[in-house]
């Protein structure tokens, strides 16, 4: 299996409140991606990066911020969580943008209220 | 209409069955795809690439048709722990996902 660790695991909040995702890979990998999954709509992409400090915005990024100061990790940031970012999110990686597959972390169980 | 789209099933079919699932896709100039299978609450798996010459893993065979823009996964006797929903990914530099489709193998 990949080496892809999320964290937390699991996270309930308040609406309003700051909210950081944490994705670390062992695997040295260039890409890294966060997606969130939500029922009937599949996996989104929220950001994505392609490099130390590079990140570009995914179809669904509004209201969600990150930053890559490692290789090894890639953040993710509510920065004032509302309940439609209630989901499951996923921390992905790639070596190369195309023609390779990805690979998933465990996944992060957030919910708003 | 979605980039990736797949019938969601749900598709319920006895141990020992054949089963085919397609995958329909938007952009032309798609150059990849892969086949991954998620269960409950868990994270996406790789399940295997996609070639354009289809190719085959043990009871799981995927073909591409780039002239009808769809992929396809086929599953010979199946077994009870195929139980499980696949999701089909495309990639052109971006990787789209269908929504997937459930798979129940009953004894």
């Known amino acids: 299996d990949a080496g892809i660790t999320q964290s937390p695991r699991h996270k309930v909040t308040e609406t309003g409140t700051p909210v950081t995702l944490r994705c670390h890979q062992t695997?040295?990998?260039?890409?890294m991606y966060w997606y969130r999954q939500d029922p009937g709509h599949g996996l989104r992409l929220i950001h994505y990066?392609?490099?130390?400090?590079?990140?570009d915005k995914g179809e669904v990024s509004d209201g969600y911020s990150v930053s890559r100061s490692k290789t090894e990790d890639f953040l993710l940031t509510l920065e004032s969580a509302t309940s439609s970012q209630t989901s499951v999110y996923f921390c992905?990686?790639?070596?190369?943008?195309?023609?390779?597959?990805?690979?998933f972390g465990d996944g992060t169980r957030l919910s708003i209220l | 209409r979605k980039e990736v789209e797949q019938d969601p099933g749900p598709f319920n079919v006895p141990e020992g069955a054949t089963v085919a699932f397609n995958c329909t896709y938007s952009?032309?100039?798609?150059?990849?795809f892969f086949w991954y299978r998620q269960d409950c609450r868990k994270e996406p798996k790789l399940l295997m690439s996609?070639?354009?010459s289809g190719n085959e893993d043990g009871r799981f065979t995927a073909q591409l048709n780039r002239a009808s823009q769809y992929i396809s996964l086929l599953i010979r006797d199946s077994k009870l722990s195929d139980s499980a929903t696949y999701l089909c990914?495309?990639?052109?530099?971006?990787?789209?996902f269908g929504a997937g489709t459930r798979l129940t193998v009953k004894p």
């Open positions: 990914a495309v990639n052109n530099y971006d990787m789209r």
């Open positions: 695997e040295n990998h260039r890409y």
């Open positions: 990066s392609y490099g130390v400090k590079d990140t």
């Open positions: 952009n032309s100039a798609s150059q990849s």
């Open positions: 992905a990686i790639s070596e190369q943008a195309a023609n390779q597959p990805q690979h």
């Open positions: 996609v070639y354009s």
